[in-house]
């Protein structure tokens, strides 16, 4: 999980989410790519993030994005928050003795509007929070952060600050997270995505 | 050779010292790890050992602090014995000893550059085995790997002051932007026969370069 670096953070807030993570890729302590994706969006109301080795995270995004197409086109409708999660917790746990080294985090807002995030190991445990989840090298630096920056009924433009603050702090105290951030903030009515220049070192 | 025991703290480290007439500039970042989790933001990796002689560590914390301490106070005696400042080959010397004949335990590169009467700025470079190279400019640390086509590019003979700070400069800052064991801020010290005169340079005053 430490070979190629990089962190997710997601956060809930008053009708909105958030969710961000650096853009580094590297090999060990060399950087070899500043605009690696990380963040996927499922469909308007609904965004996932992946943290840990580069090619699984790849290789998950596209399992995804085929797996919620054959949903859409069999129930005719985006596929919910919830259910989405129960879908990544499946594929992992399919590859229990040999698992993906991949850790997501999941955030959006279901069919009314409630936001929703959660994470999960490697293998598929989901763990349901009320305010934030957080995944990858910073992990623990991430929670710091959280802990002491989030606060509930946060306004979207409020979320975008403390979720970027939370982000840019705890990877700067991380040698293989960082070199830049991607913040999504997702509305009822829009999403919000930024890009923050941090620390390039 | 040893290596890093697990939790030890690493100074991933880019160093750099160059020589210019009447002097040395050294150079270093001001990172140090324990694994991926950045220990300390603002090390101050260019140690006296003498008045006119400092060095530059890399490698695991402790033993290049140890190591420094004991050179230092080598330096005091020879000073109080021989009634002079040891020279810069001197100093250099004493720790191509304690790093050789302590291989087996310990991992650090050091920088050793200075001001001495006898041959004005003279730059040493101590490798992890303990060999000794007196060179016209030196890189070590994990991070110099990065930029050694940078420096072989651009160092020339006959550098003035100014010209070897903005190459000490920009190629530490070139390391830090790909090594991620060097980072944070750069810390710089001018060596000449004045003194010492040592320059900081936050992190958002780095030079830029492109960053893809």
């Not at chain 1, 308007?44 to 399992?63: C, I, N, P, R, W």
């Not at chain 2, 530490?172 to 944070?184: K, Q, V």
């Amino acid at each position: 999980m430490e070979y190629n670096g990089g962190s997710v953070v997601a956060m809930k807030g008053k009708n909105c989410v958030a969710v961000a993570a650096d853009r580094r890729f590297g090999v060990q302590f060399l950087t070899v790519s500043t605009d690696f994706q990380k963040t996927f969006k499922v469909h308007d109301k609904l965004f996932y993030g992946l943290a840990g080795l580069g090619t699984d995270v790849q290789t998950l995004s596209e399992k995804f994005r085929m797996k919620t197409n054959l949903y859409k086109l069999r129930e005719e409708r985006p596929i919910e928050p919830r259910t989405f999660a129960h879908l990544v917790s499946s594929t992992l746990y399919e590859k229990r003795f040999g698992p993906y080294f991949a850790e997501p985090v999941v955030a959006g807002l279901d069919k009314n509007n409630e936001p929703f995030v959660c994470s999960m190991d490697l293998i598929g445990c989901i763990n349901f929070a009320k305010d934030f989840v957080v995944a990858g090298t910073a992990g623990p630096n991430l929670y710091g952060m959280c802990e002491s920056l989030w606060r509930e009924d946060l306004e979207p433009e409020e979320l975008f600050e403390i979720t970027s603050q939370a982000l840019l702090n705890a990877v700067d105290r991380d040698c293989i997270s960082g070199w830049g951030a991607v913040v999504h903030i997702i509305t009822p009515d829009k999403i919000i995505t930024r890009t923050l220049k941090g620390r390039m070192d | 050779m040893a290596s890093l025991k697990p939790g030890e703290a690493n100074l991933g480290t880019t160093i750099m010292a160059v020589e210019f007439d009447g002097g040395v500039v050294i150079g270093a970042d001001t990172r140090t790890t324990t694994g991926s989790y950045i220990a300390n933001r603002v090390t101050d990796k260019l140690t006296e050992v003498h008045d006119r002689i400092y060095c530059c560590r890399s490698g695991s914390a402790a033993d290049t602090q140890a190591v420094a301490d004991i050179v230092h106070y080598y330096c005091q005696m020879y000073s109080v014995q021989n009634g002079e400042a040891p020279s810069v080959k001197v100093a250099a010397a004493m720790f191509q000893q304690l790093c050789y004949t302590n291989k087996d335990a310990l991992m650090a590169g050091i920088i050793v550059a200075g001001w001495d009467k006898y041959n004005a700025g003279s730059v040493y470079s101590i490798s992890l085995g303990g060999s000794m190279h007196r060179q016209g400019f030196a890189i070590g640390g994990s991070g110099s790997t990065y930029i050694y086509g940078y420096c072989d590019a651009t160092y020339r003979d006959g550098m003035t002051v100014d010209e070897c700070l903005q190459f000490t400069k920009s190629a530490i800052a070139l390391a830090m932007a790909r090594d991620g064991s060097s980072g944070g801020c750069i810390r710089l010290a001018v060596i000449t026969q004045e003194g010492v005169r040592r320059i900081f340079v936050p992190g958002n005053e780095l030079p830029t370069f492109f960053e893809g």
